[in-house]
């Protein structure tokens, strides 16, 4: 039978697992696999694995006990070996990199923040600051059939749009990356600016927290921070 991989970590990381259940309807038993140093928890794949919500959570929820207790690497959801001894195989052959990987995660902690801005507000600044678009405005306000018009001054605001969220989001990321150790830079999303990943050390989290809201508060209202965390630190395995 397959193996599902919840997480790799020292083979001396406590492993409190109980209460816990694995992914799958008929959810098997968690189990740890050791190889020198490491182990890996796992359980018995499902013959149908979905990412069903109850999947989902059984996976974070192994992962969040791990993480309290020290440095686990997260393994995405859904990732099999093809049985224990392969990937006990897979733990010996990466075993340079996974200890490497567990001592820099080691007292640490994720989080991501997102940061979405007003649109209305920020048009609102693009008509103010910028004399072309204000133009363009102004003149398909007057001559609303200008097709042309329109059209040009789409294209000024998406990229006027573009360029300042890019600026902001370099702004804002640069404004907190030293309250943290490393830094992940993710996709913006469609709402969303700003996608970033912090590393934090773990006495520090509240620090960083702060420093979240002081620049939520030095933004102001039209500003909307999301931070999200601790989490388990997928960007920085």
Avoid: W
Avoid at 60 to 78: I, K, T, Y
Avoid at 91 to 118: C, M, P
Avoid at 150 to 161: F, T
């Amino acid at each position: 039978m397959s193996t599902y991989i919840y997480a790799i970590t020292a083979a001396d990381h406590p492993l409190r697992l109980d209460g816990l259940s694995g992914v799958g309807e008929s959810a098997s038993e968690l189990r740890t696999l050791t190889s020198g140093k490491l182990a890996a928890v796992v359980s018995d794949t499902p013959p149908e694995l979905r990412a069903k919500r109850r999947d989902l959570v059984a996976h974070q929820s192994v992962l969040e006990r791990l993480m309290a207790d020290g440095a686990a690497l997260p393994m995405r959801f859904g990732l099999v070996g093809p049985d224990d001894e392969q990937v006990r195989a897979a733990l010996e052959q990466g075993k340079d990199t996974y200890t490497a990987r567990l001592s820099e995660l080691d007292g640490r902690l994720e989080y991501n923040v997102k940061v979405s801005r007003d649109e209305e507000s920020l048009l609102r600044e693009i008509l103010a600051e910028s004399p072309e678009a204000r133009q363009l405005s102004e003149y398909t306000r007057r001559n609303p059939a200008a097709q042309d018009k329109k059209m040009a001054l789409g294209e000024l605001v998406s990229r006027e749009v573009q360029a300042r969220q890019e600026t902001l989001g370099r702004e804002v990321a640069n404004a907190l990356a030293s309250a943290a150790e490393r830094v992940s830079e993710g996709e913006p999303t469609k709402t969303h600016f700003l996608n970033v990943s912090y590393l934090v050390q773990r006495d520090e989290a509240a620090a960083f927290s702060q420093a979240v809201h002081e620049e939520a508060e030095r933004r102001g209202d039209e500003y909307e921070f999301a931070l999200n965390g601790p989490l388990p630190p997928y960007s920085f395995v």
